[in-house]
């Protein structure tokens, strides 16, 4: 068990670290800047791979795998994309290590320099494109829909569990189509489906939108993207779809035989969420008590705990609980039953607390005569006696009402913590403040937005897909607007 959480009010980033660690989510590596992704961390992102996974393949996209290694080579092809990752990219040198000089330990074997250094995987397109040359000839092979499950390394420099690790897990999509209009269409889709997972499954509301040129993906022609707000005001980016144009299938001259006989560029797309999710689920929802996890991402939507003094009370309270483990299991519904000897009840109410199951359930001598059971709440801290007939349709009902909640929590936050600046110093103060979502008006130009972040921090998240078009003056410079973007501090 761990100690007492630093309250979010006093060190938001602090509670964050002792919330990962001390919920057994996650724990630093010896490797800077990497993790290890504990048992408990890891349930929770297989909920969240296996739901997108079938989403995924419901809309016409199979997985496949290509190599963690990347020939340095193949990033020149697309000047923007290695503008873009240059200085995240691992580099690998040589291929063996030998003994060195009395003293000197292991040492790397300069005899065995590659003849072409190898890139780690920051981002899979330009090894994905060139194997994609091989696999496209005709229209008859499109449109191809890819879908990776894998790691990459971005050498970042401040890291942070979940949110910026150096290595991280991801998916990341991969399509080529015949026209324009329909590689625009699945980039859409696929913002369409993360937003819905996000909103539906991690019961966060998010903002769809897109980036702006200067804060779009290395190499995309378009970067659409889904935006949230955490606990603390700052935003965090939790999807992004590309329309990569025919740039990469330029650079890797990948062509089909139309059905008029000519050769033609495919259209492309990439798209794809990461480990990051964890960070956005756990600042979204969690409290100055632990984690709070919305149900459909629960490892365990429910705990059982029985009460006992003596180990013929605990004999007599298992053989209770055992139907009623049988009936939620039967509905379903994810259970585990604690009844280990070696842990007092109450510690394993606060850790179940800590590691945000959503429902407990506990069971001593007295509920036996009764017929009842002690349901307790995660999300709200509450519980009530109820009658075990029924228990199943009633822990049902509860889970969908604490999804719900969740959800709706979070929404009002979001709309409480979305402002509307139309000066400079308005701006400023909300910004500073860290108030979340700043709505103002642009003037469209790098210049300003480069400005605007020097000065305050504050990024534009995106240009909402649902903005008005409203004439206006921009909150900086004063020219000219076309119409609101959002603005926030952010991870």
Request: hydrophobic share 40%; net charge negative.
């Amino acid at each position: 068990m761990a100690s007492k959480l630093t309250k979010r009010s006093e060190n938001y980033a602090k509670w964050y670290q002792e919330l990962v660690t001390g919920a057994d989510l996650a724990e630093n590596s010896p490797v800077r800047g990497c993790m290890v992704i504990k048992p408990y961390g890891y349930a929770i992102w297989e909920k969240v791979q296996a739901e997108l996974d079938r989403q995924f393949k419901a809309t016409g996209h199979q997985n496949a795998y290509f190599p963690l290694f990347i020939p340095k080579s193949y990033f020149t092809r697309e000047a923007s994309h290695v503008d873009g990752f240059a200085k995240e990219c691992a580099v690998v040198t040589h291929y063996r290590l030998k003994e060195g000089p009395e003293g000197e330990g292991i040492v790397v074997d300069e005899n065995a320099r590659l003849e072409e250094e190898l890139i780690v995987r920051p981002t899979s397109e330009t090894v994905i494109w060139d194997t994609f040359k091989g696999w496209i000839q005709s229209y008859r092979d499109l449109p191809l829909k890819i879908n990776q499950w894998a790691n990459v390394v971005r050498w970042e420099m401040r890291t942070r569990l979940f949110l910026r690790t150096a290595e991280f897990l991801w998916q990341e999509g991969h399509t080529a189509h015949t026209s324009r209009e329909e590689a625009v269409e699945e980039a859409e889709l696929m913002l369409k489906l993360y937003g819905d997972f996000v909103e539906q499954y991690m019961a966060i509301p998010v903002v769809r939108g897109v980036k702006t040129a200067s804060e779009r993906f290395a190499g995309a022609v378009e970067t659409y993207c889904i935006e949230a707000l955490m606990q603390d005001g700052k935003a965090l980016q939790a999807g992004t779809t590309h329309f990569l144009g025919q740039n990469f299938a330029k650079a890797f001259d990948v062509t089909y035989a139309s059905k008029e006989g000519q050769q033609e560029y495919v259209w492309a797309t990439s798209w794809g969420v990461s480990t990051r999710l964890m960070g956005a689920l756990i600042m979204t929802h969690s409290d100055d008590n632990g984690l709070v996890l919305p149900p459909y991402l629960a490892p365990h939507q429910v705990v059982i705990v029985p009460i006992y003094r003596s180990a013929e009370q605990l004999e007599a309270v298992r053989k209770a609980i055992a139907p009623l483990k049988e009936e939620l299991e039967k509905a379903g519904i994810p259970v585990h039953l604690d009844d280990r000897d070696t842990h007092k009840p109450g510690w394993k109410f606060a850790e179940y607390e800590l590691k945000g199951v959503p429902i407990r359930l506990a069971m001593g001598p007295r509920d036996l005569e009764n017929g009842t059971v002690e349901m307790a709440r995660r999300d709200e801290l509450s519980k009530e006696i109820v009658h075990v007939t029924g228990i199943a349709e009633r822990v049902e009902a509860l889970l969908a009402e604490i999804q719900d909640r969740l959800y709706q929590r979070a929404a009002e936050r979001q709309i409480e913590r979305t402002h509307q600046a139309d000066d400079w110093s308005t701006f400023k103060e909300l910004i500073e403040s860290s108030a979340g979502f700043v709505s103002a008006h642009w003037d469209g130009t790098p210049e300003t937005e480069e400005a605007i972040k020097n000065e305050t921090k504050a990024t534009i998240r995106c240009i909402p897909l649902d903005r008005k078009e409203e004439a206006g003056s921009c909150v900086y410079s004063g020219k000219p607007s076309e119409g609101r973007v959002l603005f926030a501090k952010a991870y």
